[in-house]
Structures are given as C-alpha cells and as structure tokens.
C-alpha cells in the first residue's frame, strides 16, 4: 500500500476558504496598523497575499507600503495588477480610484496618469476614474487630456456639482477662461454652500479682471503711439 505524503494528504483550501484567510489577515493588518505596529501590519498583509494573492483590498495597501518605502517599481506592479482582476471582483473600481488618489497624495501624477489612462479603457463608463485621469493630467500641466477627461466624467453624472467644479477648475488652468467662469457660476449655483467652487469662481473672475485691465493698458498705449526721446 503506498504511504501518503503529507502533501498529499492534506486537502487543499477551497477558494471561499482561502478569501476567509485573506479577509481575516487583512482585518489584522488593519488592526495592527491602528495599535501602531507598522511591522505587524506589513507582516499581517503578507499572509493576507498569500492566502489569496488576488485580494484586491490586500494589494492596494501592500501596493502603498511598497511606495512609501521607496520601492516604486514594487507599488507600481501592485497597483497595475489591480486592471487585471475579474471584472466582477468586489468594489475593484473603487480600490483602483483607491490606488490613484494615494498616487495623487504623493504627487506621483506620472503613475496616477497611467494607472488612471488603463483605468479608464477598462471601465469607460465610471465617473470616478476619467475624474481621477483629469486631475493628475492637470496637475501634470497636461490641459488637453485633463479637460477631456473631466467633461466625459460630468457627461456620466452630469448632476454631479463636484464634477462641475472641477471640470471649471481644469478649464482655468487651461486658460479657458470664459468657459471656466460659466462653469463655475454653475458649481456655485448647485450648492451655494461649497467653499472650493466659490473661492475658485473668485481666482477665476480676479484673473478675467487682470485680463481686461493689461489689454485695456495695451491698447491705450497703442493709441498714444511709441515715445519720442528729446
């Protein structure tokens, strides 16, 4: 009779076994991350991975300790795997808008471009992520992709007032000025309340004034005709 080694012998883990796992290492992590202990946490994420290396929620936290450690090649796989998971993986278009806002905060707009231009060809149809793609556009000085981007998110949830502020915010940055004063009076319109749409409506209408106050010097200047010396 052939002996049974205790790899054989040991029955392997179902998927739903080995999610619990993962679900179970993570909550740890997160535990352990609130008491204070970073090693203990990192460790805990770890096994978390290795019960179940598709664990989206596991991956976008490893993912941000591989960047805050200075191991960017390492963050950036991890959060690049994201695009590949199952469509049908559990909040995935939140835990990649997730990975691209922690990009955003350390202003690694590079990465967030990229990971957001993936995004978006992944999930056309999510506001979140073409709204993510325009800010790290625009703060990359990239105005002609930035625009774009925001009007398609506001074109998905036009009644969005965030939206709306921001699409004015990407205009005034692209010097777009007219269009940027409309739409923000707009975002102001929605919720009188926000404080960013107004202060933005104000650097908006402040910049149109000094535009009209320089072409109003330049053409008084042209009508008085270049000095003479005497």
């Known amino acids: 009779m052939k002996r049974k080694t205790p ?14 796992y993962a679900e179970a290492a993570y909550a740890d992590s997160i535990f352990r991350e609130a008491q204070g202990d970073s090693a203990g946490s990192i460790a805990a994420l770890k096994r978390s991975l290795e019960a179940m290396p598709t664990y989206a929620p596991a991956i976008l936290s490893m993912g941000s300790v591989e960047y805050q450690a200075g191991r960017i090649a390492e963050g950036r ?10 469509k049908n993986t559990t909040d995935i278009c939140e835990i990649i808008d997730e990975a691209g ?14 990971l957001y231009r993936m995004a978006v060809k992944r999930y056309p149809d999510v506001a979140a992520l073409r709204q993510g793609l325009g800010y790290c556009a625009s703060n990359a000085g990239l105005h002609e992709e930035a625009v774009p981007a925001n009007q398609r ?3 998905l949830k036009p009644e969005d007032q965030k939206l709306v502020n921001d699409l004015g915010w990407t205009l005034f940055q692209a010097g777009r000025l007219v269009q940027a004063r409309e739409t923000l009076e707009r975002a102001v319109s929605m919720d009188p309340s926000d404080a960013l749409a107004r202060e933005n409506l104000r650097f908006c209408m402040r910049k149109i004034a000094r535009r009209k106050i320089g072409k109003d010097r330049n053409s008084q200047a042209a009508r008085r005709g270049p000095r003479t010396v005497r």
């Open 77 to 86: 796989e991890l959060f690049q795997s994201l695009l590949s998971l199952p």
């Open 7 to 20: 790899e054989s012998s040991t029955p392997k883990a179902t998927r739903g076994e080995r999610q619990f």
């Open 101 to 114: 806002t922690f990009l955003t905060r350390i202003k690694a707009y590079e990465d967030g471009m990229a």
């Open 153 to 155: 998110a506001l074109e």
